[in-house]
């Protein structure tokens, strides 16, 4: 799918790879992913000219990452700036915190929205 990047976003990338990611997965690898996720991550991103974006991470039907809303609903949503996203991924800043000091606000399961950097990490591994 190569819609699935937004221009003027740095966590354009960053989506692109995890798709790339997933689609490295094999069946068996993937259905391991799911089973220890189980959700629907929105992400709605916000760079810095107050654009915003919505990528959807599914790891609870067939493991995909898409732009748009999540359909079905999703079980989580993570609201954050487009910097937030890059340094978590990277490793710099750590969920807790960005919830904490509210640079990443949460809408449903806040519980599931703790499982996204285990997603991140996986897939970083796969690439």
């Known amino acids: 799918m190569s819609d699935i990047k937004a221009s003027g ?5 960053l989506i692109a790879g995890l798709e790339a990611a997933f689609s490295k997965y ?3 690898e993937k259905q391991a992913q799911i089973k220890k996720t189980n959700g629907i991550f929105e992400l709605q991103v916000t760079n810095d000219k107050k654009e915003t974006v919505t990528w959807t991470i599914d790891m609870k039907k067939n493991g995909t990452v898409y732009k748009g809303k999540a359909q079905p609903k999703a079980d989580v949503t993570i609201i954050l700036s487009d910097d937030t996203l890059i340094d978590l991924a990277d490793g710099k800043l750590n969920g807790q915190k960005a919830f904490m000091t ?11 929205a703790t499982k996204l950097d285990t997603v991140l990490k996986g897939a970083k591994a796969k690439l």
Request: charged share 30%; glycine share 10%.
């Open 9 to 13: 976003f740095k966590a354009s990338e």
């Open 26 to 28: 094999t069946d068996a």
């Open 102 to 112: 509210g640079k990443l606000k949460t809408r449903g399961n806040m519980m599931l």
